[in-house]
């Protein structure tokens, strides 16, 4: 939701009234993004919680790199689609106005924002778990460094005059600078959180969705 803010800011001051139309017909991306996130973050952060509260460590970090695993390999699959079908699915948010080039403005900044749609999905997993792991401070600045990483990477974008992919692609790159920033916290020496092997049952993925 902030990267569509700062995008739209941005393109709304630099760019003309076509490209601010595109970036707003793009706009169910995030929603996208935001289904898939709840579909795992939620439902993983239940059952953590849950692992927390009995005291098993084991099944808390099991049951976290599992949904973290899974939700990289669907994440990796839907950008692949949403690169294949940019164009398709720039028609089907209603990119079909006056004027030829909508389409095409919408579909650049699609395929660039879908590069970064690995990094919005993992991000709001990790952060979830950083919240039961005693890390709120760095999710609140993660969220600082995401906004102010997409306002930077749109104003190069601007500058360089790489168009709407520039202004997507500049989304993409932010929410890798969260990601990563927000990876730090397993380089700290006070946390329960750690990466173990995938391991998970089918009823667990079942329940996981359920929730």
């Not at 028609?91 to 749609?117: C, H, K, N, P, Q």
């Amino acid at each position: 939701m902030e990267a569509g803010i700062c995008d739209g800011l941005i393109v709304g001051n630099f760019l003309n009234d076509n490209s601010l139309a595109a970036v707003g017909l793009s706009s169910p991306m995030f929603s996208i993004s935001g289904i898939i996130c709840g579909l795992f973050a939620t439902g993983m952060q239940t059952m953590c919680a849950q692992e927390l509260g009995r005291g098993d460590i084991k099944s808390l970090n099991r049951v976290f790199s599992s949904v973290f695993y899974i939700a990289g390999v669907v994440s990796v699959i839907i950008m692949s689609v949403e690169l294949i079908f940019a164009k398709q699915l720039a028609y089907l948010f209603g990119a079909t106005g006056e004027g030829i080039g909508l389409a095409v403005l919408a579909t650049d900044y699609i395929r660039g924002l879908a590069i970064g749609f690995p990094a919005l999905v993992l991000t709001v997993i990790v952060a979830s778990g950083c919240q039961l792991d005693s890390g709120r401070k760095r999710v609140m600045k993660a969220t600082i460094i995401y906004c102010g990483s997409n306002i930077a990477f749109d104003i190069l974008a601007i500058v360089l005059n790489t168009g709407e992919f520039g202004i997507g692609l500049a989304t993409a790159l932010g929410a890798y600078v969260e990601l990563c920033y927000l990876m730090l916290h397993f380089r700290t020496k006070d946390r329960m959180l750690h990466f173990t092997k995938f391991r998970i049952s089918f009823n667990e993925v079942i329940e996981l969705m359920s929730l």
